[in-house]
């Protein structure tokens, strides 16, 4: 980490680095714009495949790519690696005119890639579609056929199974039954330089985090404005803020273990079952939500208007309720309905929501010190690592994907935070989960707590620096979610990023005995002390 931040030490300000940090993800992305190694296949018919989808190109395809519409066909040999000139009737208008270009769709396997390309190429096709055996990423190289790969003149290109299952049997359909067959253009992918959509996830996810520590230590903030004298603390909203003491749950060591083992249940009950599950994550979603944004909007009101506090009703199975709770509930209420599900306008109502939710997580949990918060960290970094990228030794596919995907359900997991990509002909969504900033976010919390007890800022404290490791580990993470072109563990990088950039300075500046028991940093008078207490308590342990 030392060595990765070296650069960044004679840029002339923090917010510099941090505005350059995704604009060089971005250019790394399209470094290879020269040499395509996407492609975008825009089915134009029949209308049930119809639409943008993702190929790679195999390392040894041909430029430039046919500008007309071609049509798909499976060979007699659907792995292709038989000669095979196709016979069929070729169609065209009105039974007149040339036969458009066409493409075959083979599945691998039995010889090499060059072989199958040499074998279309040689029936006159223009270019070859490859169908890996999975969904994971196949790299399309030439193997041990170097030798033939110069005498490749087509475009071939790799999809997962599902897809190209999808355009194999439309294309036999289409040849069983007479009818035209499915139509595709070719065109190579190129990002834009600057990907706005990640940009705008990653600054909202460690803008949420950062919220969501605010949030957490409103309590600390009043009780040293009341320690330096006066009544304004009474009154701020820091103090309309501050969690009440029997609001907070503090996690203890065996609660932050517990978290892998109840976690995997969880996921595993939902790969198995996501189909009745989904429906009441939504409904859990909309109802946390909704009870979090009015109780952030009930805090406001009383703020602004006291008389707002009075006592307006007892409602069942919730307890009594305050005019502002009733106030507030109106638009929470509204703002959950107006989710607009399976929508491409339903993204703004679902990240507000999960904002609400993130910061009231991290306004009532909290860890009370490193020993803790080291525990929780390294149990879910393994637990991300096993079910996003081991699990499919298992369940054949990654469970961890699969569950946040909606598992097939047509539905969408709704704990994600949720960003359309724009400019981008494959449209979609950027996600990334709620675990992913409430975790960490939980360690950023303590670490602001522990600045301010310490009485400390900026970069001579821990809080700055969590949040900028924080902050570097979400670039990283979409840089390797471009380069591996799969779903990736985020508390890979995110870890290392926050637990990895405090214990290396803590271990710099000597300070990581009061870190682990959560004690403030004293005075410097009084810091030889402090340590030297701490070492024999340590040492009683």
């Known amino acids: 980490l030392s060595s990765a931040m070296a650069p960044w030490r004679r840029l002339p300000s923090v917010p510099s680095a941090l505005l350059a940090a995704p604009l060089l993800a971005a250019c790394a992305r399209t470094a290879v714009a020269a040499n395509p190694t996407s492609a975008v296949l825009a089915v134009h018919r029949p209308g049930e495949i119809a639409g943008n989808y993702m190929a790679y190109f195999a390392s ?146 460690a803008c949420l985090v950062a919220l969501g520590a605010f949030c957490s230590t409103a309590d600390v903030v009043v009780s040293q404005q009341q320690q330096n004298g006066g009544s304004q603390p009474v009154r701020s909203f820091q103090a309309a803020l501050a969690p009440h003491e029997d609001e907070i749950l503090e996690v203890d060591q065996w609660q932050a273990l517990s978290f892998c083992g109840v976690g995997s249940c969880f996921l595993v009950l939902l790969f198995y079952f996501m189909q009745y599950a989904i429906y009441v994550i939504i409904f859990c979603f909309c109802v946390g939500g909704a009870s979090c944004i009015s109780q ?163 970069c001579k404290g821990y809080f700055l620096p969590a949040l900028i490791g924080y902050f570097i580990g979400l670039n990283v993470t979409i840089a390797a979610l471009c380069i591996m072109r799969m779903g990736q563990p985020a508390l890979l990088y995110l870890v290392p990023g926050t637990l990895g950039t405090t214990m290396v300075i803590a271990s710099c500046r000597g300070e990581v005995g009061l870190l682990w028991h959560g004690v403030p940093v004293p005075a410097p008078g009084l810091l030889e002390e402090s340590q030297s207490s701490d070492s024999e308590a340590c040492r009683a342990e």
Not at 148 to 174: K, P, Q, Y
Not at 296 to 306: Q, R, T, V
């Open 296 to 458: 952030f909007g009930a805090i406001c009101l009383n703020y602004y208007f006291p008389s707002l506090r009075n006592k307006s009703m007892t409602c069942p199975m919730v307890g009594i309720l305050s005019h502002a709770e009733l106030i507030a509930g109106v638009p929470a209420i509204i703002l959950v309905l107006c989710i607009l599900r399976n929508t491409p306008y339903g993204w703004p109502f679902q990240d507000i929501i999960g904002a609400g939710f993130l910061c009231w997580l991290q306004r009532t949990l909290r860890l009370p010190d490193m020993k803790v918060a080291s525990i929780l960290l390294s149990v879910m970094f393994f637990f991300d690592i096993f079910w996003v990228f081991i699990s499919p030794l298992f369940f054949h596919e990654s469970v961890m994907v699969r569950v946040a995907t909606g598992g097939g359900t047509g539905e969408s997991v709704p704990m994600l935070l949720r960003i359309p990509t724009f400019g981008d002909p494959f449209g979609g969504d950027r996600l990334l989960g709620f675990g992913d900033i409430a975790l960490p976010g939980l360690l950023v919390s303590f670490l602001r707590r522990h600045d301010l007890m310490s009485h400390r800022s900026g």
């Open 60 to 205: 040894f395809s041909k430029f430039p790519l046919p500008k007309d519409d071609l049509i798909m066909r499976v060979p007699q040999d659907e792995l292709g690696c038989e000669e095979y000139p196709l016979d069929w009737p070729r169609p065209a208008a009105g039974g007149m005119g040339p036969a458009p270009g066409w493409i075959s769709i083979v599945q691998r396997g039995n010889c090499t890639f060059v072989e199958k390309a040499l074998n279309a190429q040689a029936a006159g096709a223009k270019g070859l579609i490859i169908v890996w055996a999975d969904e994971f990423y196949v790299d399309l190289g030439a193997g041990n056929d170097t030798q033939n790969e110069t005498g490749v003149d087509i475009f071939v290109l790799g999809v997962g199974h599902h897809l190209g299952e999808r355009f194999r049997n439309s294309s036999v359909l289409a040849h069983e039954s007479g009818t035209e067959p499915p139509a595709v253009s070719v065109t190579p992918y190129v990002s834009s330089l600057m990907n706005i959509s990640e940009l705008l996830l990653i600054t909202l996810a």
